[in-house]
């Protein structure tokens, strides 16, 4: 294994608003290629130009640091700068304070990468994630933790302390219940058993945690059997949801690496894993055609049946109006549906999702806009999109997430999950 110290120009990805998934505004990778060597990563392929992605792990060393100046330069100012600013001491003004600390609008931040895991075995000695955890503490930023290592359990002091100031959400991927196929496709990274662990303790600690169930591999990890185990499990520690997804195998690398894991290991598994990702989409989705349903409606079912929820939820940001939070959540929530489990084109969840990304870049409470009959107006609402609003700002649901929820019930009794 080869370890090499690199000096980073720049850390955290731009803005983007309206993210249906695990509502995230930024991500960073603290490390460059990760140790953890899952079969499937889709950080292996030459999309990402990591080369020897596995075995040679470049480590960001000024992360904090260049994490640091990109927020101040943002107009972000930490609360440990203006708390040693004489003028913050004849600060008497409570609102001052509160204006100085809630502007720019604080943003959730990916701390773990989406192709390196923040938690590898570089981190132990290294503490990047440590470090810009700190840093996200000062600046009051909610994080989003999503590892498959046991070792953020070192953290939960910060992790607790930012969950005061704004929110943490720790969520655990997890995607195979047997140890044997665990070992197969993520060889270096912590036991499902050691996660589900994990999990249970970041529960304790009064954390928001919970699951994610991705890739969920076809042919091999997509059976009732592992899917309703891993469902069963979270709960059984107190994950607060699981989401299930399928997998996506890029051309080139990726792809290559993954079929000759699955060829060894999975044999009679491989022609049908080649087939349905034969197309080579750039993106890497398999032939939905080919496949006989996806796994993110079993996953569905399976999370309704054991009493699980099968998604995150929004987490109100600091100085956030609630009432603001919760319609963003809704709207977010028809959007996922709509397109990941009911594969609905793009243009029917579009209104929903423009209407979500003007609340979360910052509107006033909803509640005042509506009683001045200024919400309309303001979110650009039209005959569609302004019902849905009202109704979900009156109760947790409004009529169309409940005919999304219906149609995903038909679909799920057509394909007999
Ligand atoms: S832990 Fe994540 S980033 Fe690391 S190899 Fe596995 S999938 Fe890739």
Same mark, same amino acid.
């Given at each position: 294994?080869?370890?090499?110290? #690199?000096?980073?120009?720049?850390?955290?990805?731009?803005?983007?608003?309206?993210d249906?998934?695990?509502?995230?505004?930024?991500?960073?990778?603290?490390?460059?290629?990760?140790?953890f060597? =899952?079969?499937?990563?889709?950080g292996?392929?030459?999309?990402?130009?990591?080369?020897?992605?596995? &075995?040679?792990?470049?480590?960001?060393?000024?992360?904090?640091? #260049?994490?640091?100046?990109? @927020?101040e330069?943002?107009?972000? &100012?930490s609360?440990?700068?203006?708390e040693?600013?004489?003028?913050w001491?004849?600060?008497?003004?409570?609102?001052?304070?509160?204006?100085?600390?809630? /502007?720019?609008?604080?943003?959730?931040?990916?701390? =773990?990468?989406?192709?390196?895991?923040?938690?590898?075995?570089? *981190?132990?000695?290294?503490?990047? &994630?440590?470090?810009?955890?700190?840093?996200?503490?000062?600046?009051?930023?909610?994080?989003?933790?999503?590892?498959?290592?046991?070792?953020?359990?070192?953290?939960?002091?910060?992790?607790?302390?930012?969950?005061?100031?704004?929110?943490?959400?720790?969520?655990? +991927?997890?995607?195979?219940?047997?140890?044997?196929v665990?070992?197969?496709?993520?060889?270096?990274?912590?036991?499902?058993?050691?996660?589900?662990?994990? @999990?249970?303790?970041v529960?304790?600690?009064? @954390?928001?945690?919970?699951?994610?169930? /991705?890739?969920?591999?076809?042919? #091999?990890?997509? +059976?009732?059997?592992?899917?309703?185990?891993?469902?069963?499990?979270?709960?059984?520690?107190?994950?607060?949801? #699981?989401?299930?997804?399928?997998?996506?195998?890029?051309?080139?690398?990726?792809?290559?690496?993954f079929?000759?894991?699955?060829?060894?290991?999975?044999?009679?598994?491989?022609?049908?894993?080649?087939?349905?990702?034969?197309?080579?989409?750039?993106?890497?989705?398999?032939?939905?055609?080919?496949?006989?349903?996806?796994?993110?409606?079993?996953?569905?079912?399976?999370?309704?049946?054991?009493?699980?929820?099968?998604?995150?939820?929004?987490?109100?940001?600091?100085?956030?109006?609630?009432?603001?939070?919760?319609?963003?959540?809704?709207?977010?929530?028809?959007?996922?549906?709509?397109?990941?489990?009911?594969?609905?084109?793009?243009?029917?969840?579009?209104?929903?999702?423009?209407?979500?990304?003007?609340?979360?870049?910052?509107?006033?409470?909803?509640?005042?806009?509506?009683?001045?009959?200024?919400?309309?107006?303001?979110?650009?609402?039209?005959?569609?999109?302004?019902?849905?609003?009202?109704?979900?700002?009156?109760?947790?649901?409004?009529?169309?997430?409940?005919?999304? *929820?219906?149609?995903?019930?038909? @679909?799920?009794?057509?394909?007999?999950?």
């Amino acid at each position: 294994m080869e370890y090499e110290t #690199i000096a980073a120009r720049s850390l955290l990805s731009k803005p983007k608003y309206g993210d249906s998934w695990f509502h995230i505004n930024r991500s960073l990778n603290p490390y460059r290629g990760c140790e953890f060597a =899952c079969a499937y990563c889709d950080g292996r392929s030459e999309y990402y130009h990591v080369d020897n992605f596995q &075995t040679h792990i470049r480590i960001k060393e000024n992360a904090p640091e #260049i994490m640091r100046k990109e @927020l101040e330069k943002e107009g972000y &100012t930490s609360r440990s700068k203006l708390e040693t600013e004489t003028l913050w001491s004849f600060l008497d003004d409570e609102d001052a304070k509160r204006l100085a600390l809630m /502007t720019p609008r604080r943003q959730v931040i990916g701390v =773990c990468g989406g192709v390196s895991d923040g938690y590898q075995q570089a *981190e132990k000695e290294h503490k990047i &994630t440590r470090r810009n955890l700190e840093v996200l503490y000062d600046f009051g930023m909610p994080v989003f933790v999503l590892t498959k290592s046991n070792l953020v359990l070192r953290d939960l002091d910060i992790l607790q302390q930012i969950n005061e100031r704004a929110f943490a959400n720790v969520t655990f +991927t997890i995607t195979h219940h047997d140890p044997k196929v665990k070992h197969v496709f993520e060889p270096k990274s912590s036991t499902t058993e050691e996660r589900f662990e994990a @999990l249970k303790e970041v529960r304790k600690r009064g @954390l928001f945690g919970g699951v994610m169930a /991705t890739p969920i591999l076809p042919g #091999i990890g997509n +059976t009732d059997e592992n899917m309703r185990a891993l469902a069963k499990e979270a709960k059984r520690v107190g994950a607060q949801y #699981i989401l299930f997804a399928g997998m996506t195998l890029k051309p080139g690398r990726q792809k290559e690496h993954f079929l000759t894991v699955v060829k060894k290991n999975f044999p009679d598994q491989y022609e049908y894993i080649r087939e349905i990702y034969a197309k080579n989409d750039k993106y890497g989705h398999a032939d939905y055609r080919k496949i006989p349903f996806r796994s993110m409606i079993r996953g569905y079912k399976i999370c309704k049946e054991v009493g699980i929820s099968p998604r995150t939820i929004r987490h109100n940001l600091p100085f956030e109006h609630e009432i603001n939070t919760k319609v963003l959540g809704g709207l977010l929530d028809i959007v996922f549906y709509q397109r990941y489990l009911l594969g609905l084109p793009w243009s029917k969840s579009k209104p929903f999702q423009e209407v979500a990304i003007r609340i979360e870049k910052g509107v006033e409470n909803l509640k005042e806009l509506h009683e001045h009959d200024a919400l309309r107006g303001r979110l650009l609402l039209d005959d569609t999109t302004q019902p849905i609003v009202e109704q979900i700002m009156d109760r947790d649901s409004c009529d169309h997430l409940v005919w999304v *929820e219906d149609k995903i019930k038909e @679909l799920i009794e057509r394909l007999n999950l």
